[in-house]
């Protein structure tokens, strides 16, 4: 199974500053033959279900606020929210799609300072 | 409107059954893998299982905690997703999301979830 690892586990930032979450894979999930990386990061607010925002490491979601953006490939990968909102307040997840099991990462609370 | 409507979670003492669904609408339920997720509250994310489509002969994976135990299936002619999870332990406590992608990529739909409940 492929292991994803979130650093830091909590981070809190004042509003309008720039959040960074990393996330690791034990393994690359860089498909080679079409050079996508199946890296996904997902935000979930307390009593709602994960929300899709960035799929394919750095490919937004639809409908989705442009300070949030991904980057990275192989096996590190990074979730940057530009300008920290209010409403910004969840648990991130990233999640490798490459093979089954589908892995999560433990998460990363983000907060307002 | 595009929407996932899990069903069937309650409380069921260890080693007992239950079968929860999810309703799609809003998409061609047919031309996509369904997959179960869940989530123990308060705690991170687990992928239990996906079914792919008819096409693809409706294969399915599971996690190794379920393999054995759970179910996956689908009528597509009632756009319906089920997970069948029997000899349940007190472990499998969580909420239960039913997901999927419409582009066969990422989930980006995922349902309201649906909580099951294992104690004695």
């Known amino acids: 199974d492929i292991v994803m690892t979130q650093s830091p586990d909590s981070l809190a930032v004042s509003l309008g500053e720039r959040a960074t979450i990393n996330c690791r894979s034990s393994?690359?999930?860089?498909?080679?033959?079409?050079?996508?990386?199946?890296l996904a990061w997902y935000q979930q607010k307390p009593g709602q279900p994960p929300k899709l925002l960035i799929y394919g490491a750095s490919t937004r979601e639809s409908g989705v606020p442009d300070r949030f953006s991904g980057s990275g490939s192989g096996t590190d990968f990074t979730l940057t929210i530009s300008s920290l909102q209010a409403e910004d307040v969840a648990v991130y997840y990233c999640?490798?799609?490459?093979?089954?099991?589908?892995?999560f990462g433990p998460g990363t609370k983000v907060d307002i300072k | 409107e595009v929407q996932l409507v899990e069903s069937g979670g309650g409380l069921v003492k260890p080693g007992g059954s239950l079968r929860l669904s999810c309703v799609a609408s809003?998409?061609?339920?047919?031309?996509?893998?369904m997959t179960w997720i869940r989530q123990v509250p308060g705690k991170g994310l687990e992928w239990v299982c996906r079914i792919k489509r008819r096409i693809e002969s409706e294969t399915t994976d599971y996690a190794a905690p379920v393999k054995g135990r759970f179910t996956i299936s689908r009528d597509d002619s009632k756009n319906t997703l089920y997970l069948q999870m029997n000899s349940l332990k007190i472990e499998d406590t969580a909420v239960y999301y039913c997901?999927?992608?419409?582009?066969?990529?990422?989930?980006?739909?995922w349902g309201q979830g649906t909580m099951v409940a294992v104690s004695s």
């Open positions: 809003g998409f061609t339920f047919a031309n996509v893998w």
């Open positions: 999640q490798q799609y490459y093979s089954t099991p589908f892995t």
């Open positions: 997901a999927t992608s419409v582009s066969l990529d990422a989930f980006d739909i």
């Open positions: 393994q690359s999930v860089l498909y080679n033959s079409n050079n996508k990386n199946y």
